[in-house]
Structures are given as structure tokens and as C-alpha cells.
């Protein structure tokens, strides 16, 4: 699996990718295959704050409901509307089509709490298989 370099990644499987304050979050790779087939997506609303760690987005699939948690805090500043009528770009392109929510960065020093792509690598290696 792929997990490109210049992201930063959660235990819970979401990427966050920082460009100054600004960030776009989504779900990663390993966390689509697990899903499955992606049929729905509740998004943050515009304006809504964010806390680490806790729930920003529910995606549902053919299997069940998942909770998809924040990377970082922060003010949600853009939703990807394109997934209210084709939820299943975040299977076909998680990394580029399948972004879930932009936010506004509260605090940079959460950003050190974060998993490089070689660590989350290693913590996917780990994982018990299904």
C-alpha cells in the first residue's frame, strides 16, 4: 500500500495534509479497503470547530457506520461536496478525490502528535489481519 511521504497520519487511520494553517483531511488507503464500498458520507458542517481526536465525519459503507476523527483541532473551512453524490471517491482516489473536510489549524503543536508515513506503515504492519 501506498502512503504518500509528504502526509501525516492517525493511529485511527486519517490523514492530514498542512499547507500553513490551512489543511485538507481524509481517510487513508488501508482505512477505504477496510471500509469497503463507501455509500454515504455525513461531512462537517462550514464553521463548525473541531477537537484531536474526536469525531468530525461518520462514513458509511456497505458493512457498517465509522467514525472519522480529527487529525488536528480546528475550524472546519471547506466540506467535499462531491462526495454527497459520489461517496465512492473516497475508495477510487483517498488521497486526491476522496479529501473529506479543510480546516483552519488551532494548534501547530498537535501536529507533532502525528505519525509520519513510515510509522503508520509500520502500525498497518501491526495491525491483526481480518
Not at 480529527?70 to 486526491?96: F, R
Not at 479543510?102 to 513510515?118: G, I
Given at each position: 500500500?501506498?502512503?504518500?511521504e509528504?502526509?501525516?497520519?492517525t493511529?485511527?487511520?486519517e490523514?492530514?495534509?498542512?499547507?500553513?494553517?490551512?489543511?485538507?483531511?481524509?481517510?487513508?488507503?488501508?482505512?477505504?479497503?477496510e471500509?469497503?464500498?463507501?455509500?454515504?458520507?455525513?461531512?462537517?458542517?462550514?464553521?463548525?470547530?473541531?477537537?484531536?481526536?474526536?469525531?468530525?465525519?461518520?462514513?458509511?459503507?456497505?458493512?457498517?457506520?465509522?467514525?472519522?476523527?480529527a487529525?488536528?483541532?480546528?475550524?472546519v473551512?471547506?466540506?467535499n461536496?462531491?462526495?454527497e453524490s459520489?461517496?465512492?471517491?473516497?475508495?477510487?482516489?483517498?488521497y486526491?478525490?476522496?479529501w473529506?473536510?479543510e480546516?483552519?489549524?488551532?494548534s501547530a503543536a498537535?501536529?507533532?502528535?502525528?505519525?509520519?508515513?513510515?510509522?503508520?506503515?509500520?502500525?498497518?504492519?501491526?495491525?491483526?489481519?481480518?
Amino acid at each position: 500500500m501506498d502512503f504518500p511521504e509528504k502526509l501525516r497520519y492517525t493511529k485511527t487511520h486519517e490523514w492530514i495534509s498542512v499547507q500553513g494553517i490551512k489543511a485538507k483531511v481524509g481517510v487513508t488507503e488501508y482505512a477505504q479497503k477496510e471500509i469497503s464500498d463507501v455509500v454515504f458520507v455525513e461531512l462537517p458542517k462550514l464553521g463548525q470547530v473541531v477537537q484531536q481526536a474526536k469525531t468530525a465525519a461518520v462514513v458509511e459503507s456497505v458493512k457498517a457506520a465509522f467514525d472519522i476523527y480529527a487529525p488536528v483541532s480546528g475550524k472546519v473551512t471547506d466540506a467535499n461536496k462531491a462526495l454527497e453524490s459520489n461517496p465512492g471517491l473516497i475508495n477510487q482516489s483517498p488521497y486526491v478525490d476522496g479529501w473529506l473536510f479543510e480546516l483552519e489549524v488551532s494548534s501547530a503543536a498537535e501536529l507533532n502528535s502525528l505519525l509520519t508515513a513510515a510509522q503508520y506503515n509500520d502500525a498497518v504492519q501491526q495491525a491483526p489481519k481480518h
